[in-house]
């Protein structure tokens, strides 16, 4: 059973950063993958950024790239995701999610994830 709180959220203007940072409870955190997802009013929860258990491999969608990064720190039980550069099309509630222990496919669908926060919510304001 893995535990997820979400913090760091909060408003900012265009252009501005914000670290979200999600902490896990369980001793076995760095066998799980980790994503990052977002979801807006009215719309399907998002694929936003994933980082591998074994290999620390990352993905993210094609709308943050180079704006985003996803990190983890394993003795710390805490995943991150650093937000640059932020645009209004970026506000949303943030979610942190796990997969299951050992997943081998850095998964982009929310489905695969089996463990859930409640959110934080990034507000842009132009």
């Known amino acids: 059973q893995v535990q997820l709180v979400e913090s760091g959220g909060g408003l900012v203007q265009v252009g501005g950063s914000l670290r979200l940072s999600c902490a896990a409870s369980g001793r076995t955190f760095s066998t799980y993958t980790l994503g990052w997802f977002r979801q807006s009013p009215g719309k399907e929860r998002e694929f936003v950024a994933a980082i591998n258990w074994s290999s620390g491999r990352t993905n993210y969608t094609d709308s943050v790239k180079g704006r985003f990064t996803i990190s983890r720190d394993d003795a710390k039980n805490t995943v991150s995701l650093q937000m640059n550069s932020l645009k209004s099309e970026d506000t949303a509630v943030y979610y942190c999610?796990?997969?299951?222990?050992?997943?081998?496919?850095?998964?982009?669908?929310?489905?695969?994830?089996?463990?859930w926060g409640r959110g934080t919510q990034v507000t842009v304001s132009s």
């Open positions: 999610a796990a997969d299951r222990p050992f997943a081998r496919v850095l998964a982009t669908t929310p489905g695969a994830y089996k463990y």
